[in-house]
């Protein structure tokens, strides 16, 4: 099963290889030949044009599977939501911080809103939405990177607290003071219990003594079996009213969606949330 979903084809890949040579081959033989120059020149803008209708068909054939995924499994779809409609993503001030790092634009698109939900109490499907955020490589390029975020909504106030799944032990304290500055509601957190992965994870939270009780020894059992099995490193964050589960500059699969709905609610359900009567 493949959980993420692939940014590039090799159709892709090779048209830009093209590109790339033939425009690196104008140079060479500008001097020497024009007629052999303009040849390349032909060449490589067929090979740039189908970069570009490549890049289309792809975000096509991606709306396309999300569409057929809405409608298998009670959702509704918009690849153009409306501001009110990602308000709620807005809220989270660590995950803002973490997808605008640089000189970057940001935007939301593809959301997935759940249509209904059962009468179980159980935590329900979340909201599902992708960030677009473009980095500029100081040369006049950029780089634009995909995260697909997960958003529960609950049914009672939780401590806020963000989960950091990219901490580094090495280089971790520089860049958590970039992240948190003017975050003035979160605090770091030392867990010392249920062998917590504190070399993998770093833990802010509003109140350290109520998160220590909030974060179980199943919830932290499930963070340590993800890392001996290798796994892609979450990051989580609650804004008191609704929790939010993604993984840094990736997006999936729609076997990958239903595979990160499953482990972000047993996730959830292994917080000590008190359901409300």
């Known amino acids: 099963m493949s959980i993420n979903y692939k940014e590039g084809s090799k159709k892709l890949y090779f048209l830009i290889g093209?590109?790339?040579?033939?425009?690196?081959?104008?140079?060479?033989?500008?001097?020497?030949?024009?007629?052999?120059?303009?040849?390349?020149?032909?060449?490589?803008?067929?090979?740039?044009?189908?970069?570009?209708?490549?890049?289309?068909?792809?975000?096509?054939?991606?709306?396309?599977?999300?569409?057929?995924?809405?409608?298998?499994?009670?959702?509704?779809?918009?690849?153009?939501?409306?501001?009110?409609?990602?308000?709620?993503?807005?809220?989270?001030?660590?995950?803002?911080?973490?997808?605008?790092?640089?000189?970057n634009s940001h935007a939301f698109f593809n959301l997935l809103t759940p249509i209904k939900t059962t009468n179980s109490r159980d935590i329900k499907n979340p909201k599902i939405v992708t960030s677009s955020t473009t980095i500029s490589n100081g040369q006049g390029g950029s780089t634009t990177y995909y995260t697909q975020i997960f958003l529960?909504?609950?049914?009672?106030?939780?401590?806020?607290?963000?989960?950091?799944?990219?901490?580094?032990?090495?280089?971790?304290?520089?860049?958590?003071?970039?992240?948190?500055?003017?975050?003035?509601?979160?605090?770091?957190v030392h867990i010392?219990?249920?062998?917590?992965?504190?070399?993998?994870?770093?833990?802010?939270?509003?109140?350290?003594?109520?998160?220590?009780?909030?974060?179980?020894?199943?919830?932290?059992?499930?963070?340590?079996?993800?890392l001996k099995k290798k796994k892609k490193r979450l990051h989580i964050e609650s804004d008191g009213k609704n929790i939010i589960f993604y993984v840094k500059y990736k997006r999936h699969t729609t076997e990958g969606i239903d595979f990160y709905i499953n482990l972000s609610k047993a996730l959830s359900e292994s917080l000590n949330i008190k359901k409300s009567s």
């Not at 499994?73 to 995950?95: D, G, R, V």
């Not at 249920?194 to 109520?210: G, R």
């Open 18 to 103: 093209i590109g790339i040579v033939f425009s690196s081959l104008i140079f060479v033989t500008y001097e020497h030949s024009h007629a052999l120059t303009i040849i390349l020149f032909f060449v490589s803008v067929i090979a740039w044009l189908g970069v570009f209708f490549e890049v289309q068909a792809m975000k096509k054939k991606r709306i396309a599977d999300l569409e057929v995924y809405a409608v298998n499994n009670n959702y509704n779809f918009s690849s153009k939501p409306k501001s009110e409609e990602i308000t709620e993503f807005k809220n989270f001030k660590a995950m803002q911080k973490i997808l605008e790092t640089g000189y």
């Open 152 to 188: 529960f909504k609950l049914e009672t106030e939780i401590p806020i607290f963000f989960l950091n799944g990219g901490h580094n032990s090495l280089f971790g304290n520089l860049f958590n003071r970039y992240t948190f500055k003017g975050i003035k509601d979160l605090i770091a």
């Open 192 to 226: 010392e219990k249920y062998n917590f992965p504190k070399n993998k994870y770093k833990l802010y939270a509003s109140d350290s003594k109520i998160i220590k009780d909030f974060f179980t020894e199943r919830f932290i059992e499930l963070l340590n079996i993800g």
